[in-house]
T-cell receptor, first 115, second 110 residues
Framework: AQKITQTQPGMFVQEKEAVTLDCTYD???????LFWYKQPSSGEMIFLIYQGSYDQQNATEGRYSLNFQKARKSANLVISASQLGDSAMYFCAMREYGSNYQLIWGAGTKLIIKP | DTEVTQTPKHLVMGMTNKKSLKCEQHMGHRAMYWYKQKAKKPPELMFV???????INESVPSRFSPECPNSSLLNLHLHALQPEDSALYLC?????????FGPGTRLTVL
C-alpha cells in the first residue's frame, strides 16, 4: 500500500495566487516526520519545510506553510503569493522513526506558475 | 557550511567503463545516502551509510558499489553499467532531521 499519496500530477497556477499541494500519508508509527522538497529542472532537491508528528503548531518557513491535519493524515503544502521561480516538481516525503532515517517519497506534483 | 557537493555534474560512459561519483559534506552529519532518480519519478534509495554502517537496497545491482573513505565523503563506484542505469544520481546527508541534497550527477550510459 502506498504510504505517501500526492493526487495532483500537475497543476497550473496564476502568478501571485496561493497554491495548495496535497499530500496524504499512512503510518502506524506514532513518531514520524513529514517533509516537502522542491526540485527545479536543474535537478537539485531543495528542502522546504518539516513537520514532526508531535508538533502542536503547523510549520511555516517564509512563503511556505504546512497544513498538518493529523487525524486526516494529511500534510498539504501551501505556497503564498506564488512566483515564476516556484515552477518545479514538489515531493512530499515521510520518515518513520524506526526506519534508519530512510524517507518514503510521494510521486510528486509538477507545478507550473503562469505569468 | 550547509552544502553537499557532488562531482562530476555530468558523466557519459560506455558500458565497459569504470567510473566513480563523489559526494562530500562538511556539516558533520553522520548519515549519507545515494539515490537514483529517473525523470519525473521520486528518488529511489540505493545506499545509506549511517554511523559507519552500510545499508543496501537489495534491488541495487552489484555493478554499483559504495565506498565511505571517511565520515564526510561517500563515493559511488560504477562498473559495467547498462543503458537503463542512465539517470540523475543524488547524494544526501542528514543528522537527525531533514536530508540535504547535492546538485546531482546526470549519468548517461551509452
Amino acid at each position: 500500500a502506498q504510504k505517501i499519496t500526492q493526487t495532483q500530477p500537475g497543476m497550473f497556477v496564476q502568478e501571485k495566487e496561493a497554491v495548495t499541494l496535497d499530500c496524504t500519508y499512512d503510518t502506524s508509527d506514532p513518531s514520524y516526520g513529514l517533509f516537502w522538497y522542491k526540485q527545479p529542472s536543474s535537478g537539485e532537491m531543495i528542502f522546504l519545510i518539516y513537520q514532526g508528528s508531535y508538533d502542536q503548531q503547523n510549520a511555516t518557513e517564509g512563503r511556505y506553510s504546512l497544513n498538518f491535519q493529523k487525524a486526516r493524515k494529511s500534510a498539504n503544502l501551501v505556497i503564498s503569493a506564488s512566483q515564476l521561480g516556484d515552477s518545479a516538481m514538489y515531493f512530499c516525503a515521510m520518515r518513520e522513526y524506526g526506519s534508519n532515517y530512510q524517507l518514503i517519497w510521494g510521486a510528486g506534483t509538477k507545478l507550473i506558475i503562469k505569468p | 557550511d550547509t552544502e553537499v557537493t557532488q562531482t562530476p555534474k555530468h558523466l557519459v560512459m560506455g558500458m565497459t567503463n569504470k567510473k566513480s561519483l563523489k559526494c562530500e559534506q562538511h556539516m558533520g552529519h553522520r548519515a549519507m545516502y545515494w539515490y537514483k532518480q529517473k525523470a519525473k519519478k521520486p528518488p529511489e534509495l540505493m545506499f545509506v551509510y549511517s554511523y559507519e554502517k552500510l545499508s543496501i537496497n537489495e534491488s541495487v545491482p552489484s555493478r554499483f558499489s559504495p565506498e565511505c573513505p571517511n565520515s564526510s565523503l561517500l563515493n559511488l563506484h560504477l562498473h559495467a553499467l547498462q543503458p537503463e542505469d542512465s539517470a540523475l544520481y543524488l547524494c544526501a546527508s542528514s543528522q537527525v532531521g531533514e536530508q540535504f541534497f547535492g546538485p546531482g550527477t546526470r549519468l548517461t550510459v551509452l
